[in-house]
């Protein structure tokens, strides 16, 4: 049934990867087109200095049943790691100081991070009316249902540490269809949170446990994994200068000084400023809803120390709210999290400047950034000096997706664009969430949408 049919997928990142791995699977030919010299995408992992290091996303969240069973699949070629049982202790910088975000009744009453007012007020979150704006920014969503300070203090920080974003700009339709759906179906987060924790779940909903995750020796041996799985003759790296071309019922293919044709679906999982380039026979104007989409540029500080002499690392790491007006989003206490990161006696950290509301500081380079890193540094971890034995920068213009209101206009031209080129599918972060298991799920679900169409 699937012998007629030949995908190019254009991407080697996790999407991309997983999407070939379930094709292949189906029985259905596939080629992967990569620009860049590597495969994986942002996710590389490195070693040096007995460090063990991630230069993109550090962690991923078992957050669906797709990533769980994948791991499943692959447990021969790489070992699931959960994160250590402290990473349920988050941190949150106010006034010169980590406090601990409530884990019950008790915290959240004595906690310093919220008001004595907004305290009173969630007791009425359950009753109050849920909100008829589907493109309400979170902001205006966390203020009317909890009050300010849980916005400044809890929603805030949450937000720059999954998207570097700002609250008032991202819409929770598209960006925490979670929380969003809490309200719209049972008419209140807390309510919504206790009618949901009391229904009964199915094998599958059980495997989405929201642990935090890496593998074993860094999650790079998951791409690795999944490429050979795939078959590496199958991912063309260093295809420069792509696009495609529609040819009645096919598409083809230009690169370098090539051109393969054939293909009955083209799957592109490349950030949205490229699609210009990538689809010259779409046209600017039917892609600008899609090419518009606001992206944060971020820069990771990887950190390592042989002999850690700072404060006890004993949770996931801090988040700084904007408020603060400190020099960074957060920090990570990898080595608290995954083994065999850093030596016996050292410690390994990563820490995230720049964001929506801080570009400038993205912008900087690796010597303006230790400057800039050792004042808060000493201030937040408790070095005497700052020495570290090991100190890299890495910088993405395009970091992280930014799902605001005008998602719903960028949905709607993916539709069309999908209908009036059958056959093309638009996939990567342009839509459908920014985490490991969201690309996982999406991958997964566009080979099983093409094997059975």
């Given amino acids: 049934m699937n012998d007629h049919k030949y995908i190019a997928i254009i991407g080697a990142g996790i999407t991309g990867l997983t999407t070939a791995y379930y094709l292949k699977k189906a029985g259905i030919k596939f080629k992967i087109f990569e620009q860049s010299d590597h495969i994986g995408g942002v996710i590389r992992t490195k070693s040096t200095k007995n460090f063990l290091y991630e230069t993109g996303p550090n962690s991923g969240v078992l957050g669906n049943a797709e990533i769980a ?26 006034k010169n100081k980590w406090h601990a975000l409530p884990s019950g009744p008790v915290s959240a009453i004595t906690t310093p991070l919220f008001s004595l007012y907004d305290k009173f ?34 929603i805030d920080p949450f937000i720059l540490g999954i ?21 719209q179906q049972y008419g209140s987060f807390i309510g919504g949170a206790l009618k949901k ?30 490429v050979k799985n795939i078959g590496v003759n199958h991912v063309h790296t260093n295809t420069k200068n792509i ?49 518009n989409l ?4 971020v820069t990771e500080v990887t950190i390592g120390f042989n002999k850690w002499e700072g404060i006890k690392l004993d949770a996931f790491g801090g988040l700084v709210p904007y408020r603060e007006q400190r020099n960074i989003l957060g920090v990570l206490y990898m080595s ?59 910088h993405y213009q395009h970091a992280i997706a930014q799902y605001g209101a005008d998602s719903e206009e960028r949905i709607k031209a993916i539709n069309i664009i ?36």
């Fill in 197 to 226: 924790r009391k229904e009964p779940k199915s094998d599958q909903d059980k495997k989405a446990t929201r642990e935090i995750f890496s593998v074993e020796g860094g999650l790079e041996k998951l791409i690795k994994a999944l």
């Fill in 294 to 297: 606001k992206y944060a540029k």
């Fill in 418 to 453: 999908e209908k009036d080129y059958k056959g093309l599918h638009l996939a990567g972060s342009i839509g459908n969430g920014v985490g490991i298991a969201d690309r996982v799920k999406q991958g997964k679900d566009l080979a099983t949408q093409i094997a059975e169409n």
């Fill in 336 to 394: 608290t999290l995954f083994k065999n990161r850093a030596p016996k006696e050292g410690a390994l950290l990563t820490i995230f400047i720049g964001g929506i509301r801080r570009e400038e500081l993205a912008e900087l380079n690796e010597d303006e950034i230790k400057k800039l890193m050792a004042n808060e540094f000493k201030l937040m971890m408790g070095v005497s000096k700052f020495e570290p034995d090991l100190f890299k920068t890495t």
């Fill in 121 to 154: 007020r969630i007791l009425g979150e359950p009753f109050r009316k849920k909100g008829t704006n589907p493109n309400e920014s979170l902001g205006e969503l966390v203020r009317r249902r909890m009050g300010k300070s849980f916005l400044n203090y809890a």
């Fill in 69 to 94: 069973d994948l791991f499943e699949e692959l447990k021969n070629d790489c070992k699931l790691e959960i994160a250590d049982h402290s990473s349920a202790r988050r941190l949150i910088w106010k």
């Fill in 163 to 183: 998207y570097a974003g700002d609250p008032d700009y991202i819409v929770p339709k598209y960006a925490l269809p979670k929380l969003y759906n809490l309200e």
């Fill in 243 to 291: 696009s495609v071309r529609r040819l009645h019922k096919f598409f083809e293919i230009h690169y370098n000084d090539a051109i393969e044709s054939g293909f009955t679906d083209i799957i592109t999982t490349v950030n949205a400023h490229e699609l210009n380039a990538l689809f010259p026979f779409i046209g600017k104007p039917k892609l600008s809803p899609i090419t």
